[in-house]
């Protein structure tokens, strides 16, 4: 059982910038693959951003460009460091885990999911 809690969410302008964390349990972090996916108000979640237990990166198009995923394996953790955010990007950040190591092809195939870490982006 991996346990995921994410931090870092809060009230920004547009323009700005925010790094999330997500800090998993457990001893095969470094073996997992790892993806952000968020869900804004009355819309259905979407993919953000993913990297894999060797490090390939993948992004949504929407924020390419402007969010870096990346993990430090000896602190267990994941990040989402996040640049010129715009008023679309407000939405509610949930931090996942597949224990494949590859990146899933759909939310579904994620074995573990966080609380949730909300971004609000002010205009």
């Known amino acids: 059982q991996v346990h995921l809690v994410e931090s870092g969410g809060g009230l920004v302008q547009a323009g700005g910038s925010l790094r999330l964390s997500c800090a998993a349990s457990?001893?095969?972090?470094?073996?997992?693959?790892m993806g952000w996916i968020r869900q804004a108000p009355g819309k259905e979640r979407g993919f953000v951003a993913a990297i894999s237990w060797i490090e390939n990166t993948y992004y949504a198009d929407s924020v390419k460009g402007r969010f870096t995923i990346s993990r430090d394996n000896a602190k267990n953790t994941v990040y989402l460091q996040m640049n010129s955010l715009k008023p679309e990007d407000t939405a509610v950040y949930y931090c996942?885990?597949?224990?494949?190591?590859?990146?899933?092809?759909?939310?579904?195939?994620?074995?573990?999911w966080g609380q949730g870490t909300k971004v609000t982006v002010s205009s």
């Open positions: 996942a885990a597949d224990a494949s190591g590859s990146i899933p092809q759909a939310q579904y195939e994620y074995d573990y």
């Open positions: 457990g001893r095969t972090f470094s073996s997992y693959a």
